[in-house]
C-alpha cells in the first residue's frame, strides 16, 4: 500500500509541472512589455482603431456598415469560387506570396477573400443549422470575422482537393506558407494550442495580413493574436504618455 502511495506521489509531482507549462505556454502582454517597450514596429495610431492591425474577434466586432477598399485577386483560385476581393495592400502581399511559393514548386489557390457582413450572416446561419454550437468553434458571427477587414485569406491547394481542413498543415503547401508567410506580412491566425484565446478550433489556411513588421513579430513571439495586441496597446499608452523632445 505503501509503495502505491509512493507511486502516486512522485507521479502527481511529475504532472503538476506539466500542467504550469501548458497554461504557461507563452508570456502575458505585461512580459512582454516589460522585456521590450519599445519594439521596431510601426505604431501611427492607437492600436485599437488602426485599420491594418485592428483585433476582430469574439468580442471585437466591425459594424454591419464596414466596407473597405477592395480589389480583385488576380490569383490561383479552387475551382469553381468566384474571383475573390481583399484590400490592396493585403492583395499585392499575397501576389507576392504567390509568386516566391511557385517560385519554390508551391502552387496555392484561393477559397475564400473578403466577406461582406451581409455574407458572413448568412454562412455562419447555415452552419449553425447544421452544427448546432459546435458551429461556434469554426464559424465567426456576422461582424466578428476577418474577413470582412478585407485582410484575411482562406488558401489551400490541389492535393487536398482545395479543402479548409487542418490537414493542409501537414502537405508541403501548408508547411510552405507557415514557414514563409510573416515574409509577406501574413501570420496563421488560429492555431490548435490558441484555441481558449481565440475561441477558433486551428485553421492553417487562414492567414491575415498585418503588415511585414508586425507579422515578422508576432511570428517570433508566437503569442495569439489577442496577446499581441495587449501587448501593442501596452506599447502605445506608453509612447503616447513620453515627454515630447525640445
Same mark, same amino acid.
Not at 452544427?131 to 464559424?139: D, H, I, M, N, Y
Given at each position: 500500500?505503501?509503495?502505491?502511495?509512493?507511486?502516486?506521489?512522485?507521479?502527481? *509531482?511529475? *504532472?503538476?509541472?506539466?500542467?504550469?507549462?501548458?497554461?504557461?505556454?507563452?508570456?502575458?502582454?505585461?512580459? *512582454?512589455?516589460?522585456?521590450?517597450?519599445?519594439?521596431?514596429?510601426?505604431?501611427?495610431?492607437?492600436?485599437?482603431?488602426?485599420?491594418?492591425?485592428?483585433?476582430?474577434?469574439?468580442?471585437?466586432? *466591425?459594424?454591419?456598415?464596414?466596407?473597405?477598399?477592395?480589389?480583385? #485577386?488576380?490569383?490561383?483560385?479552387?475551382?469553381?469560387?468566384?474571383?475573390?476581393?481583399?484590400?490592396?495592400?493585403?492583395?499585392?502581399?499575397?501576389?507576392?506570396?504567390?509568386?516566391?511559393?511557385?517560385?519554390?514548386? $508551391?502552387?496555392?489557390?484561393?477559397?475564400?477573400?473578403?466577406?461582406?457582413?451581409?455574407?458572413?450572416?448568412?454562412?455562419?446561419?447555415?452552419?449553425?443549422?447544421?452544427?448546432?454550437?459546435?458551429?461556434?468553434?469554426?464559424?465567426?458571427?456576422?461582424?466578428?470575422?476577418?474577413?470582412?477587414?478585407?485582410?484575411?485569406?482562406?488558401?489551400?491547394?490541389?492535393? $487536398?482537393?482545395?479543402?479548409?481542413?487542418?490537414?493542409?498543415?501537414?502537405?508541403?503547401?501548408?508547411?510552405?506558407?507557415?514557414?514563409?508567410?510573416?515574409? +509577406?506580412?501574413?501570420? $496563421?491566425? !488560429?492555431?490548435?494550442?490558441?484555441?481558449?484565446?481565440?475561441? +477558433?478550433?486551428?485553421?492553417?489556411?487562414?492567414?491575415? +495580413?498585418?503588415?511585414?513588421?508586425?507579422?515578422?513579430?508576432?511570428?517570433? #513571439?508566437?503569442?495569439? !493574436?489577442? %496577446? !499581441?495586441?495587449?501587448?501593442?496597446?501596452?506599447?502605445?499608452?506608453?509612447?503616447?504618455?513620453?515627454? %515630447?523632445?525640445?
Amino acid at each position: 500500500m505503501k509503495r502505491v502511495f509512493c507511486f502516486c506521489s512522485v507521479l502527481l *509531482l511529475l *504532472l503538476i509541472p506539466l500542467a504550469g507549462a501548458a497554461a504557461d505556454a507563452w508570456p502575458t502582454a505585461q512580459e *512582454l512589455f516589460e522585456r521590450d517597450p519599445a519594439p521596431d514596429v510601426p505604431l501611427t495610431c492607437d492600436p485599437r482603431i488602426d485599420p491594418l492591425i485592428v483585433l476582430v474577434n469574439k468580442q471585437n466586432g *466591425l459594424p454591419s456598415s464596414y466596407e473597405p477598399e477592395l480589389i480583385d #485577386l488576380k490569383l490561383p483560385h479552387k475551382p469553381g469560387v468566384a474571383t475573390q476581393q481583399m484590400r490592396p495592400e493585403a492583395a499585392e502581399a499575397l501576389s507576392r506570396l504567390f509568386a516566391a511559393a511557385e517560385a519554390d514548386g $508551391i502552387k496555392l489557390g484561393v477559397v475564400s477573400g473578403y466577406r461582406s457582413y451581409g455574407t458572413q450572416r448568412a454562412i455562419h446561419a447555415k452552419k449553425v443549422a447544421q452544427r448546432g454550437r459546435s458551429a461556434e468553434l469554426t464559424s465567426a458571427p456576422p461582424g466578428k470575422s476577418e474577413h470582412q477587414l478585407g485582410l484575411a485569406v482562406d488558401v489551400s491547394c490541389a492535393s $487536398i482537393s482545395y479543402r479548409l481542413n487542418a490537414i493542409f498543415s501537414t502537405t508541403p503547401e501548408g508547411q510552405w506558407v507557415e514557414a514563409h508567410c510573416a515574409e +509577406y506580412g501574413f501570420i $496563421i491566425r !488560429y492555431r490548435k494550442e490558441w484555441q481558449e484565446v481565440t475561441g +477558433y478550433k486551428v485553421e492553417p489556411w487562414h492567414i491575415r +495580413y498585418v503588415g511585414p513588421e508586425h507579422a515578422r513579430l508576432v511570428t517570433a #513571439l508566437n503569442v495569439p !493574436y489577442e %496577446v !499581441y495586441m495587449e501587448y501593442m496597446q501596452l506599447c502605445w499608452n506608453a509612447r503616447s504618455h513620453m515627454p %515630447v523632445s525640445e
